[in-house]
């Protein structure tokens, strides 16, 4: 629709149309923009932003093992906190509103998303280390989280539960994982066949392939949202349709660090998969902008079956709105510019050159997908608030949260 | 290097190091801020940005023939002269100093680069109508080029003969075109092997594989510039590298319009081919943003090889800079920052988000390629002169170039 005016009341769409501004309205100039929902990433790891570009180009092996690793163990809650708000502000500049985070320290996390306005679905990342001693420690971190999201009362921030994966995580834990999401009203945040080295080992260990153990175990339902599902058997895919499982697709990683295939997302769809888009963490793409996503995951398929109809950009773009927010089930609040949903949109700058021309209504999703990038995001908002205004961030200061990351990442580095 | 300055005189870099300003330089203040060599984009439409988003997610015919080709045979010069003016300004909003462009009404488009400050490297597109007052058209068309870049005398714009390619081209106007390059000392443009189905009608009409033919009638040598070279053999790679055929690769655009496979780049390394990136025209990538195609060709590699240490940040940053240089002839005067060289540069500011942190020296690469955008870039600068100085461009007004290609693209649509 062209020149239409978006009137927000408590967070929420109210009106859209030809609209005049009454006097307790707080009027954003959209003149030469375009309103589109604003992003919701299904998978990532803010945290992540502090080991951004430390190491690169490596097997998955070394990069996990000797790099990433060790690093994590000497995170504390202050550092993962201003890697989060690094993450949330570089979103916000980039127009996503909505994301799903698992990692450690996420109390620290919940605070500094809290405070960018972002809405965020938090968990904590269960390595189950098979001992009961170890298990408990997890199952506490994994309660204190979700103790510190009720006490905040925050309608923006959700808890989600989080065991790493399957190869990281025993039956028990997975089991107790599904309990607690059904007991809290909560979904389960999980990787599943991320890279083919670690389905074939998982399979020579179970005798099993992941997602039968899953299902034989009574771990899926539809609460389940699985990150990756990389390398997965056709009739894996059938099964996780069957049993509403949805996916947190992410492309760029899944490139990245070559893990062997690409998802099998044509597949996912037949089965009727809900797919949503992730970035990952910054550690493995290294960027959380989801116009990158977007373009890539569009990009990739097309590549990959020999085929330039597949994955076309208004699927893509689905993906990283309304497919993402039904995998949160989120779909009757958020993912659409509709009257009646919470107000979470991105506004761009139609003036940018890379935006230029604009050939007709029904080709604007191809400029977004094809064309676009985060920094044509010249406005960001969530439940009403502007958390970016003409391209100034109004809750987060750019230059503490510089110098707050370079003094984490100097301790971190040296300690 | 860190806290270091370049002063730059008669558009070379005259010194690096630590200095200090003498009364007559003009000072642009570079704290927080990254030097790199501009980009150097070897294979692009310019004026296709008209057709940017028009047609997406189409099979490559339905898209050349419905779409493209129609579009094609209506552009007159004023509307080649706008759409290649806007690709200069996206050019250098996002770093690029260099690209190598053919199309048509190359006049025009010459005029568009010269003006907009950018380096270019232009041929006119020669389709072989395959009959003799066909030929002699498109014979005058190359000529009428030539002339009217020698009369434009600028060091920056450079002729190029452009023969489409192989299978839009008879023997007779390849081997026209390769005693035009040869006798007035300029390269040769040429599309080879973009996709699967192309190559099978070329073996079976010809009864022989491209690359084969071309070297049989004696077409390659160290002066042609093939872009794509996507479906080839690897004994036809060899012979490439051994007649010193450079190699324009165009990852996005590849996996765009998926004609198959993806492009033997270990291969082309391994025999000695000078490779650099291009994005191809707007129409089919759709962004002439070269830090986008960098990052696309670093992950398509390594999911394709299923290898995450191929097309490391080091090589492909080199592709985007010193080997693009390679590519025009160039790697004397431009692709690195070097005592001597033009001064083609960009500046990207540090203090971005995404940018955030710089772990070391040795990763700055890998924040160029994995994590930078196009946007980041605060400065460009050809021949020591700033197009574009702390994002506002100094030479072109967008304004006014919206403008036009607003009434061009009209013009080309309602015609």
């Known amino acids: 629709m062209r020149n239409v005016s978006v009137r927000i009341s408590d967070g929420r769409i109210e009106e859209i149309g030809a609209l005049h501004p009454i006097p307790k309205d707080d009027v954003i100039d959209c003149q030469h923009r375009l309103l589109i929902p604003g992003l919701v990433n299904t998978h990532t790891h803010l945290a992540m932003t502090l080991f951004r570009g430390y ?87 994994t309660l204190a989280l979700l103790k510190h999201i009720a006490s905040m009362n925050s309608p923006r921030i959700k808890f989600m539960v989080g065991p790493h994966a399957p190869y990281t995580c025993g039956e028990e834990i997975l089991l107790w994982s599904r309990e607690l999401a059904e007991k809290e009203d909560a979904l389960i945040h999980i990787h599943i066949a991320e890279t083919r080295g670690e389905q074939v080992s998982f399979e020579k260990d179970k005798k099993q392939r992941v997602v039968d153990y899953l299902d034989k175990i009574g771990f899926l339902y539809d609460g389940v949202l699985a990150a990756h599902s ?78 330039p109809t597949i994955a076309n950009a208004q699927r893509v773009f689905d993906m990283a709105t309304i497919d993402g927010a039904k995998c949160l089930d989120m779909e009757k609040e958020i993912g659409s510019v509709e009257v009646g949903k919470r107000a979470d949109l991105a506004l761009l700058n139609l003036k940018d050159p890379n935006l230029i021309p604009i050939h007709a209504k029904e080709t604007v999703v191809s400029d977004l997908v094809y064309s676009a990038n985060g920094s044509n995001v010249d406005t960001t908002i969530v439940d009403g608030k502007a958390l970016m205004l003409h391209r100034k961030p109004t809750l987060l200061d750019p230059e503490t949260i510089a110098e707050s990351v370079s003094r984490s990442v100097s301790q971190l580095i040296s300690s």
């Open 55 to 141: 190491a690169d180009d490596l097997e998955l092996r070394d990069w996990l093992e000797k790099k990433i690793w060790p690093l994590e163990k000497k995170l504390s809650g202050k550092m993962c906190h201003d890697g989060a708000l690094l993450a949330s502000l570089e979103m916000t500049r980039t127009g996503t509103t909505c994301l799903a985070d698992m990692y450690f320290h996420m109390e620290d996390v919940a605070k500094a998303v809290d405070r960018s306005g972002l809405r965020g679905f938090l968990s904590y990342g269960i390595i189950d280390p098979r001992d009961e001693s170890g298990r408990e420690h997890e199952r506490n971190n």
């Open 230 to 307: 990389v390398w997965l058997t056709k009739s894996e895919v059938t099964l996780l349709g069957k049993r509403g499982v949805r996916v947190a697709h992410c492309p760029v990683s899944n490139m990245k660090l070559a893990g062997g295939g690409v998802a099998p997302l044509p597949e996912m769809w037949e089965s009727g998969v809900s797919v949503g888009l992730g970035t990952d963490g910054p550690a493995s793409n290294n960027s959380l902008d989801m116009f990158d996503t977007m373009k890539i995951c569009a990009l990739i398929h097309k590549s990959y079956r020999w085929d």
